[in-house]
């Protein structure tokens, strides 16, 4: 059964209109502490996690049926190329297909990993990493407790010590004014990249490279 999570501080009064939106048959959870993102060394969204019936990952955690040709959006009008549009739609079908073969074959699907392929893959926990979560956890409660210029600092500080989050980033630039985690910032530290990716390519047959 799918469950979606959603990383979002602010509850239910930013996440809650999207969720209500995508009239999900599914639950739909909020995470105000960001506690699976911590839990799963996740640093972006959409990302999916594969769990069965006993409850053994078998894959994941891993970009969810996306890819970087959105970074051909337009920031100004939001409107993407036709070209990057068809290869998000090919993705995201490829993804959906390796789903339902899971749902259908189980442990019997190609998409299934071993213990120690997915063991293998899971995120290494640097020390960096780890005091860039406690950074980030010491802002939100300083947030909570309505001192937001305190929190910003730590904020910073997390972001400084993992770059690679764009969780991290991405709340603490929403906590400090609602929409500039999609804003001009966010756009600019995108185009910094470089050559480097967004989100990781998903390791699956048939995915654009």
Not at 20 to 26: D, I, T
Not at 73 to 94: F, G, W
Not at 117 to 131: G, I, M, N, Q, S
């Amino acid at each position: 059964m799918p469950l979606a999570i959603a990383l979002d501080t602010r509850g239910a009064e930013a996440a809650g209109p999207w969720i209500e939106r995508a009239n999900a048959a599914y639950p739909c959870l909020i995470d105000r502490e960001h506690l699976v993102a911590r839990l799963y060394g996740m640093v972006n969204v959409p990302t999916a996690v594969w769990i069965d019936e006993t409850g053994r990952i078998v894959r994941g955690p891993e970009t969810a049926g996306t890819s970087d040709a959105w970074r051909e959006m337009d920031p100004a009008t939001y409107h993407v190329p036709a070209q990057a549009r068809d290869e998000l739609r090919t993705v995201r079908a490829i993804y959906l297909d390796a789903l339902r073969d899971w749902a259908r074959n189980g442990p019997a699907s190609v998409h299934v990993r071993s213990q120690r392929e997915v063991r293998d893959r899971l995120p290494r926990l640097t020390e960096a990493a780890a005091r860039a979560d406690a950074c980030f956890r010491l802002g939100l409660v300083l947030q909570q407790r309505g001192r937001a210029d305190a929190a910003q600092r730590w904020f910073q500080e997390a972001r400084r010590l993992h770059p690679d989050s764009w969780s991290i980033a991405r709340q603490a630039w929403d906590l400090e004014e609602p929409g500039k985690a999609g804003g001009p910032e966010f756009f600019a530290a995108v185009r910094a990249l470089g050559e480097r990716t967004y989100y990781s390519p998903i390791d699956m047959d048939g995915m654009p490279r």
